[in-house]
Nanobody
Framework: DVQLVESGGGMVHPGGSLRLHCAAS????????IMWVRQAPGKGPEWVSA????????FYADSVKGRFTISRDNAKNTVDLQMNSLRPEDTALYYC????????????????RGQGTQVTVSS
């Protein structure tokens, strides 16, 4: 079975950092782009970042560009999201998802996702 399991969320003060981790199993990990999506309370989901199969091509939403860094390890079937300079508006449930094809910056263009990890940024 395809599984994506996130970890690393928590509560931090504004300006703080967190590193989210996504562990994948049950499919040929290196064959798929992977994305991170977040959903804040009362809002729709939005894609935050994605990475291509090789790990050489990252994508970032404008709202996180320069603050977040995505990486992947195809030997370990994992994707990480390093989040720096966190803001209250980054508060959301973050989940990783397997992109259906080459990533084309569409939030719902995935076929499997994890349960998510909560990130709360508050003073």
């Amino acid at each position: 079975d395809v599984q994506l399991v996130e970890s690393g969320g928590g509560m931090v003060h504004p300006g703080g950092s967190l590193r989210l981790h996504c562990a994948a199993s049950g499919f040929t990990f290196r064959a798929y782009d992977i994305m991170w999506v977040r959903q804040a309370p009362g809002k729709g989901p939005e894609w935050v970042s994605a990475i291509d199969t090789t790990g050489d091509l990252p994508f970032y939403a404008d709202s996180v560009k320069g603050r977040f860094t995505i990486s992947r390890d195809n030997a370990k079937n994992t994707v990480d999201l390093q989040m720096n300079s966190l803001r209250p508006e980054d508060t959301a449930l973050y989940y990783c998802a397997r992109v259906r094809g080459p990533f084309v910056k569409r939030t719902n263009d995935y076929d499997y996702r994890g349960q998510g990890t909560q990130v709360t940024v508050s003073s």
